[in-house]
């Protein structure tokens, strides 16, 4: 493992940056606002890393990290109260994929209290081993929602780091999140924005469609269905009442119309 490098091309790196972008942190007491726990450990962990002190991927639930974590929580306490136990995120930050908690002897375990180590994902701690990884790392923690306003600025100030202005902070909080645009989500966007666009006709025919329906075809050449589910009207047309589909209706055969080229 020594050997083997992270860069900012591998895709390992892009993956624990979303990972760091997207905890599911607790939301429970909406009055204390969001949990910051897990990415309080986080951040000792990218001390710890720093200092070369997670030797075999092992991470000890000891009096060291307990002490390095409460030095942080420190920075929290006005809103979170002055107790903590670091058992908490240690065990729980196994579900975002970070690492498997082992018991003493060094088996898997998913009792909490039991939970005394923690085995590291190797890809996650070559990353760590980057210094340019674990500023992006501290600085997209720092700015999750995980903290507020003035708690941001003091954990900039422990990690002798210069404040940054508002809208550089809310960068660093979005610049990784994973792209949801997939799928049905990604269908609709292309309804709403693309279609009115077009007029909600047909390029290559002159033609809108309306669904009578209501659905719209899953894919933009098909023109399956029967002359009930489907009207065709003429590009001047216009229907205030049904929902418009756009589609590709050419009065071709369905051999030909699989050998549209594409545009360019």
């Not at 979303?18 to 962990?45: F, I, M, T």
């Not at 990218?46 to 030797?55: F, N, T, Y």
């Not at 720092?142 to 100030?157: H, K, V």
């Not at 049905?184 to 329906?213: E, Q």
């Amino acid at each position: 493992m020594q050997n083997q490098v992270v860069t900012s091309a591998s895709p390992e790196w892009t993956r624990w940056l979303e990972r760091l972008s997207s905890l599911r942190p607790d939301k429970a007491r909406p009055a204390l606002g969001v949990a910051p726990q897990k990415p309080v450990l986080l951040l000792v962990v990218c001390d710890l890393a720093e200092e070369g002190k997670l030797a075999g991927a092992l991470l000890r639930k000891d009096g060291d990290l307990a002490l390095r974590f409460n030095s942080y929580w420190r920075i929290v306490a006005g809103r979170r109260g002055t107790k903590q136990d670091v058992s908490y995120p240690f065990f729980h930050l196994h579900s975002e994929g970070f690492w498997q908690p082992l018991d003493a002897a060094g088996r898997p375990t998913k009792d909490r209290r039991a939970a005394v180590l923690a085995k590291i994902d190797v890809s996650f701690l070559l990353c760590l081993a980057q210094a340019e990884f674990r500023s992006l790392a501290r600085r997209t923690l720092i700015a999750s929602e995980c903290f507020e306003g003035q708690e941001r600025a003091e954990l900039y100030r422990f990690l002798e780091l210069a404040v940054p202005p508002e809208d550089v902070i809310a960068a660093d909080a979005s610049r990784f999140l994973p792209d949801q645009d997939t799928g049905k989500h990604r269908d609709t966007k292309f309804a709403m924005r693309v279609l009115p666009a077009y007029d909600y006709t047909c390029a290559l025919t002159h033609y809108r469609m309306i669904a009578l329906n209501g659905n719209t075809p899953e894919e933009p050449f098909t023109t399956e269905g029967t002359e009930a589910d489907w009207e065709l009207f003429p590009a001047t047309s216009v229907c205030s009442v049904v929902n418009l589909a756009f589609a590709f209706p050419a009065p071709c055969s369905s051999s030909e119309r699989k050998n549209v080229p594409p545009e360019t």
